[in-house]
């Protein structure tokens, strides 16, 4: 294992825990509980990136794909809590929790985190350190995540503004429920997109 990827994924782990405390000061009025010590987060998180590190380097040792996808996974965590921590500065800054203003804030959102994940994917994920196709590769990469984007807002916006909130859930609650819905089905497909047709070797 590298001294770049402990760092790496200490910063990450970091960065994390420091966007998921910022997240949870604009809900804690909503949570049915206490989080202990939030500001404590982004430590932990650090942590928590390094022992993820050691198990994907582990798991890693025979298949580069698992190696790789455990740092997608970890970049991904990043580039989530980025993106609904921007949606969250947006949100408390507009009072707007769905809507047109909803999905405008969702799609501002998820292109700042699009934008971080280019650089941690291609530099360290993928380890693609050339340089003299960047302006096809990112063509390659603007067209997989603008699918990614479509399907990220697309699938926020139909979970808030068509289904709506459920189970007695505030409009704020639900507001992340539409984006974590979003991740999970985007971050399948900007992996599967970025390792075989952006950032292949």
């Known amino acids: ?22 997240i949870l000061k604009n809900i804690k009025e909503e949570l049915p509980f206490q989080v202990p010590c939030p500001w404590s987060l982004p ?6 990136g390094i022992v993820w590190l050691y198990f994907i380097s582990f798991l890693g040792r025979k298949y580069k794909i698992v190696l790789q996808g455990g740092k997608f996974l970890l970049v991904g965590a990043l580039n989530t809590f980025v993106d609904w921590g921007v ?25 700042v985190a699009v934008i971080n ?19 096809k590769e990112f063509a390659q990469f603007f067209v997989v995540s603008v699918i990614g984007f479509l399907v990220n807002v697309g699938i926020a916006s139909l979970v808030v503004n068509v289904i709506g909130p459920q189970f007695g859930w505030s409009e704020k609650i639900w507001a992340y429920v539409g984006a974590i819905s979003a991740t ?8 599967l997109g970025y390792k075989f047709f952006v950032f292949k070797k």
């Open 87 to 111: 949606l969250s500065l947006l949100m408390g800054i507009g009072g707007i929790y769905a809507g047109t203003g909803y999905s405008i804030f969702k799609g501002i959102s998820f292109t």
């Open 184 to 191: 999970l089905i985007a971050m399948t497909w900007n992996f």
């Open 1 to 22: 294992m590298k001294k770049t990827d402990k760092i790496i994924s200490l910063i990450l782990g970091f960065l994390i825990g420091l966007f998921f405390f910022l």
């Open 43 to 48: 430590i932990v998180f650090a942590f928590l």
């Open 117 to 135: 994940s280019y650089f941690w994917n291609k530099f360290w994920t993928f380890g693609k350190r050339e340089t003299k196709e960047a302006g």
